[in-house]
């Protein structure tokens, strides 16, 4: 296993815990010198706020945790590419490296549909895409059947 891999299968962690509160299964971990700084996973529907994206919720606690807003030194693992709002966090606290699982057709944003780390803003984080993919990807794909069967219940 990779240390891309072993960090990876934490940030799924956090996705299932979205998932067993039936929140979109997006999870994400901090990593500095080895550690986890910061994680998270999405709320969006139990927090009843648009910010509550697992990405921007890692980087909170990573920021409260070192003291700072600049996390050059560390690295962001999220199962899924992250939204142009995510993007802009991540070029904002300046983390040096992003690893992401599957990619976002609707929103990602730093493949998909646009990439964000290629304008010319400040700063420009390295990126790697497609890890553990499967996993991430299989994680939505069960969360969103599950949905879909439970709505077709409660008609």
């Known amino acids: ?39 998270g996973y ?8 648009a910010l509550y994206h697992a990405e921007l919720t890692a980087i ?7 003291g700072g807003w600049r996390l050059w030194q560390c690295e962001l693992y999220v199962t899924l590419e992250p939204c142009p709002m995510c993007a802009g966090a991540i070029i904002n606290s300046r983390l040096r490296r992003i690893v992401y699982g599957c990619e976002d057709n609707k929103s990602g944003s730093v493949k998909s549909v646009v990439n964000l780390f290629e304008l010319p803003y400040n700063h420009k984080p390295e990126y790697i895409g497609g890890i553990l993919s499967d996993e991430c990807s299989n994680l939505l794909s069960d969360f969103f059947r599950e949905l879909r069967e439970r ?3 409660n008609k």
Not at 8 to 13: G, K, R, S, V
Not at 42 to 49: A, C, D, F, I, L
Request: glycine content about 8%; overall charge neutral.
């Open 151 to 153: 709505k077709k219940i």
């Open 1 to 39: 296993m990779t240390t891309d891999e072993k960090f990876m299968y934490l940030a799924i962690e956090q996705a299932k815990k979205a998932y067993e509160i039936d929140e979109v299964p997006i999870g994400a971990v901090v990593i500095k010198d080895g550690e986890i700084v910061g994680s």
């Open 60 to 66: 909170d606690e990573a920021c409260r945790r070192l």
């Open 42 to 49: 999405n709320r969006r529907e139990t927090g009843k706020n």
